[in-house]
Nanobody, 115 residues
Framework: QVRLVESGGGSVQAGESLTLSCAAS????????MGWYRQAPGKQRILVAR???????NYADSVKGRFTISRDNAKNTVYLQMNSLKPEDTALYYC?????????WGQGTQVTVSS
C-alpha cells in the first residue's frame, strides 16, 4: 500500500524558513516524479515545485528563488526548503508522487505565515 506522509509544517513569521519532508512508502521510489502542491482556503490546489525521477526541477513563479525541492532516493524522501516565507505562502501543502499512469497524494501539512 502506498503512503506519503508529510511533516515539517507549522506557524512562522514572515521572512522565516521551514523545511517540509515527505516520506514515501512506495516501491521503486526513484522512478517516480515527486511534487509539492499547495491549496489555500477557497482556492484551487496548485503546483509549487516538482522534481523528476531524473532530478530536473521546476517551480511556480511565485516561489522561484525562495523554495528548493530535493529528493533523497536512499531515504525515499522528498524535501521542500522554504525560505523568506510570505503570508501568501499560507496553505495546506501536499506531497505528490506520479509515474504514468498513477499518482498518489499525501494528507497534507499546514503552513501558516503571519506578517
Amino acid at each position: 500500500q502506498v503512503r506519503l506522509v508529510e511533516s515539517g509544517g507549522g506557524s512562522v513569521q514572515a521572512g522565516e524558513s521551514l523545511t517540509l519532508s515527505c516520506a514515501a512508502s512506495i516501491s521503486f521510489f526513484s522512478s517516480y516524479n515527486m511534487g509539492w502542491y499547495r491549496q489555500a482556503p477557497g482556492k484551487q490546489r496548485i503546483l509549487v515545485a516538482r522534481i523528476t525521477s531524473g532530478g530536473s526541477t521546476n517551480y511556480a513563479d511565485s516561489v522561484k528563488g525562495r523554495f528548493t525541492i530535493s529528493r533523497d532516493n536512499a531515504k525515499n524522501t522528498v524535501y521542500l526548503q522554504m525560505n523568506s516565507l510570505k503570508p501568501e505562502d499560507t496553505a495546506l501543502y501536499y506531497c505528490n508522487a506520479d509515474r504514468f499512469p498513477v499518482a498518489y497524494w499525501g494528507q497534507g501539512t499546514q503552513v501558516t505565515v503571519s506578517s
